[in-house]
Antibody, heavy 119, light 110 residues
Framework: QVQLVQSGADVREPGASVKISCRPS????????IQWMRQAPGQGLEWMGW????????KYAEKFKGRVTMTRDTSIKTVFLELSGLTSGDTAVYYC????????????WGQGTLVTVSS | QSVLTQPPSASATPGQTVTISCSAT????????VHWYQHLSGRAPKLLIY???NRPSGVPERFSGSKSDTSASLAISGLQAEDEAIYYC????????????FGGGTKVTV
């Protein structure tokens, strides 16, 4: 079954970091870029950036540069999103999705991971 | 930051047609592809229309996309209760730094 499976919900304190995983299955891990989006409560979708699971190259949205790191571990066929310096404004559902670079076409989405930032 | 403008809401009765617009304020939407997503409450977004007017396998024909030089549109004909969702348009904007831009979303009420 072709799918993206994300890690479970997480609660973090302000100032902390969070690391979310996304594990593709049903297709070749290195064939497709993985992109990350988020949706804060009552807000729309917001793009965060992408990672090439093959070479590891990344592109981050300007808003998140300096706070976001996308990595991959080819041995376990998993990609990761790490966001540091968390504030309440980072409370959101985070989604990974399959999609080629320089395009807004995402044909496969993970189930979403709720990150709550609260003291 | 580039902006894609959508109406915040739209409504129609079952069987009717609803049309959602998506216009760009800082770049020429006619230059690139527009994609549409359906976001049902509590679910992951789903690709509904890709590259202006194409439907992925499994998407009913009553969903259609179109685009002019200045705006894009999503039409849902024969509206059904299960179509109640938020719909987003999205583009790749290669001005300035390059980024995926989503419209603000349109809540469709049936």
């Amino acid at each position: 079954q072709v799918q993206l499976v994300q890690s479970g919900a997480d609660v973090r304190e302000p100032g902390a970091s969070v690391k979310i995983s996304c594990r593709p299955s049903g297709y070749t891990f290195t064939d497709s870029f993985i992109q990350w989006m988020r949706q804060a409560p009552g807000q729309g979708l917001e793009w965060m950036g992408w990672i090439n699971p093959d070479a590891g190259g990344t592109k981050y949205a300007e808003k998140f540069k300096g706070r976001v790191t996308m990595t991959r571990d080819t041995s376990i066929k998993t990609v990761f999103l790490e966001l540091s310096g968390l504030t309440s404004g980072d409370t959101a559902v985070y989604y990974c999705a399959r999609g080629m670079p320089f395009m807004a076409e995402f044909d496969l989405w993970g189930q979403g991971t709720l990150v709550t930032v609260s003291s | 930051q580039s902006v894609l403008t959508q109406p915040p809401s739209a409504s129609a009765t079952p069987g009717q047609t609803v049309t959602i617009s998506c216009s760009a304020t800082t770049f020429d939407i006619g230059n690139g592809w527009v994609h549409w997503y359906q976001h049902l409450s509590g679910r992951a977004p789903k690709l509904l229309i890709y590259r202006d007017h194409n439907r992925p396998s499994g998407v009913p024909e009553r969903f259609s996309g179109s685009k002019s030089d200045t705006s894009a549109s999503l039409a849902i004909s024969g509206l059904q209760a299960e179509d109640e969702a938020i719909y987003y348009c999205a583009v790749w904007d290669d001005t300035l730094f390059g980024a995926v831009v989503f419209g603000g979303g349109t809540k469709v009420t049936v």
